[in-house]
Each structure stands twice: as structure tokens, then as C-alpha cells.
């Protein structure tokens, strides 16, 4: 182990291996990823697309930029396998909610994402995990350390030995439910009971994933047909999964997993140092996390492009409007 580390990370989450893999060999920088391994058998509670629920100008250029610098780094690497494009289909039942759509989808068409009838052709993913096997970043179990916040700032330590740590990184949302004291959770950041399921192989869905705006459902077909739904909130769940499934029932489930997710009240990521623990928060950030790995390791590495700052500075939990950041916001919160 190093005597000191300049980040370490807290995630397991694409997000928080491309920031440790960024940081440590782009940036020079010596990192701690602390992570335990993902069960294999254990489901998905998230897809990875590069496709922002916003209709913010600055986040689809922020967006479409760095996903675009992901898949150059990740050919750079051989890492390319870990990226695909599918067609995703964004799905509006309420008026207010088609009039956001057609908002988004008029803001994406100006960065060259042309959607029709609410398909978005060619979106990149992530498909498979990032490996930091051979990299030089160092990957701890979570269950190896403690972190303690105090009124001068948060203590690491790794086996009961204290660490030396210049910034302490909570990059996923088990880790800020796990880690974060709740005095200093954010007003504007919700806890939300959701619900993964697996089904048997089924019928063609019209897209690979399907995205219910006003039912709170995710669907994504995999290779074999079966299908993964994510389901945000508690209320009629079972009710809103089955509307989406619609013309294939009955169908059989073979994985259902409970748990919690992060989201805001206003639809916008909320990315930034909290008082007065110092943690770095990054959270709210949706689907995309993942493709802001780029501007996020150069904001932690004190170089971001004066856009990448300007963007990130409007969305620190300490700025207290929000106006002109609140985006779409996803239903069943």
C-alpha cells in the first residue's frame, strides 16, 4: 500500500472504475479504489447509456462530448468491447411530459442525436464491466475499511490504520447510502425503493430498451430474449411493470432483487464537496454517470475546461438555486 493517496474512490459502478483508471494513469495521480467484487448472479440495478434525460443544452454537449472521449479512451486501452450502441425509446403518457420530450428531443437533434417517434438510434452503453486488473490503481474490500466523518473532515482507515487521503470520492449510490451521514444528505436528493426483475425470454420488444417516462420503467432486452426491468418506486409497481409488458403475458420471472436508489427532486445531478465532512459527492446523475468519467476525473485533478467548471459549478449542492439546471424529472419519486 502507498503512504498516501491523492483520491480514493468509493464505487463499484463503470463510474467510479473509469475515474480511478482516469485519475491515476491520465492525471498522474495515486488512487484507492474501494469496492467489493459484484456477485455475478446478481442483477443489473442500472443500465449505463449515454442518452440524458435533459433538456438542458449544456448537458447534451457535456454529454455527447465525453461519450465520445470514452470510446476513443477505451480503444486506446483494447477496451472497446465494452462499449455497444442500441436504440432506445423514450415513452411520454402524460401532456406535460410529451412537452418535455419533444423539448429533449429538439435540444438532442442540435448536437446530432436525431430521434423519431421517440427512437434514439446508436446510443452507446457500457456492456460489461471495466477491469482494473492490470492497472495501477489498488482495489480494497469495503468491508477492509472504515470511514468516520468528523467536524474537520473525514477519516479513512484500512485495517484500523489510518490513512492519508488528499480527497475522499463517494461515486455511487451504495456508497452514499452506505457512507453518507444523513445530517448531510442534500434537500434535494431523494431515497427511492426500486425493484429489479429478470423475466424468461419473451417477445421482440420494437427497441432494445425501453424507457416509460411517466410509469417509472426501464426495459431492456438482452441477447437470449429475456428481458431486465427496472422499476423506480413502490407504489403500484407490480401495476406499472405489467402495463409496459403489455402483450406478452403471462411471463415468467426467474430473478426479482429489491433495493435503493438515488435520484433529485429536480431532475439535475447534484456533483460536489459537502461541508463539513469534505466527502465529493456524485449523485442524481442517472443512466449517463458513466460517460461523465472524463470532465469528472478532470475536475478532481484541478483541470477542467472553463465549460466543463462553469457546468459542474451549477450543479455543487452547496448553490442553493436550482432553477436554471432542474431538468425532466423521473416519475414515482
Not at 431515497?191 to 423475466?199: E, G, K, S, Y
Request: proline share 7%; hydrophobic share 50%.
Amino acid at each position: 500500500m502507498a503512504a498516501r493517496y491523492d483520491f480514493a474512490i468509493f464505487g463499484t459502478r463503470p463510474l467510479a472504475a473509469l475515474l480511478c483508471g482516469l485519475l491515476a494513469h491520465r492525471h498522474g495521480q495515486q488512487v484507492l479504489r474501494i469496492a467489493d467484487p459484484v456477485p455475478r448472479q446478481r442483477l443489473p440495478r442500472a443500465i449505463d447509456i449515454a442518452l440524458p434525460l435533459a433538456v438542458r443544452p449544456g448537458s447534451w454537449r457535456l454529454v455527447g462530448t465525453a461519450a465520445a472521449e470514452t470510446a476513443r479512451l477505451l480503444a486506446d486501452i483494447d477496451g472497446q468491447d465494452r462499449l455497444d450502441r442500441v436504440h432506445v425509446k423514450l415513452v411520454a403518457d402524460l401532456p406535460e411530459t410529451v412537452t418535455a420530450l419533444a423539448h429533449l428531443t429538439h435540444v438532442a437533434a442540435g448536437y446530432g442525436v436525431v430521434a423519431r417517434d421517440g427512437v434514439f438510434h446508436g446510443v452507446p452503453r457500457f456492456s460489461r464491466e471495466i477491469d482494473l486488473t492490470h492497472s495501477s490503481v489498488q482495489t480494497v474490500e469495503a468491508a477492509r475499511v472504515t470511514l468516520t466523518p468528523g467536524p474537520a473532515g473525514a477519516e479513512l482507515r484500512l485495517d484500523g490504520e489510518a490513512l492519508r487521503v488528499g480527497q475522499i470520492v463517494l461515486a455511487d449510490d451504495d456508497a452514499v447510502l452506505d457512507l453518507l451521514p444523513e445530517a448531510e444528505l442534500p434537500a434535494q436528493l431523494v431515497v427511492q425503493p426500486a425493484m429489479a426483475t429478470l423475466t424468461a425470454p419473451a417477445k421482440r420488444l420494437p427497441v432494445q430498451v425501453m424507457r416509460y417516462l411517466d410509469r417509472g420503467v426501464i426495459l431492456m432486452q438482452r441477447a437470449d430474449h429475456s428481458v431486465l426491468a427496472l422499476v423506480a418506486g413502490h407504489a403500484d409497481a407490480e401495476a406499472r411493470l405489467g402495463s409496459c409488458l403489455a402483450g406478452m403475458l403471462p411471463l415468467q420471472r426467474r430473478a426479482t432483487t429489491h433495493y435503493r436508489r438515488l435520484a433529485t427532486t429536480d431532475g439535475a445531478p447534484l456533483i460536489g464537496r459537502l461541508t463539513p465532512s469534505n466527502l465529493i459527492l456524485i449523485a442524481g446523475a442517472g443512466s449517463v454517470a458513466a460517460f461523465l468519467a472524463p470532465p469528472l476525473a478532470r475536475l478532481l485533478a484541478g483541470v477542467p475546461s472553463e465549460e466543463e467548471q462553469a457546468w459542474f459549478a451549477a450543479h455543487d449542492p452547496a448553490r442553493t438555486d436550482r432553477a436554471p439546471v432542474a431538468d425532466i424529472v423521473e416519475a414515482y419519486l
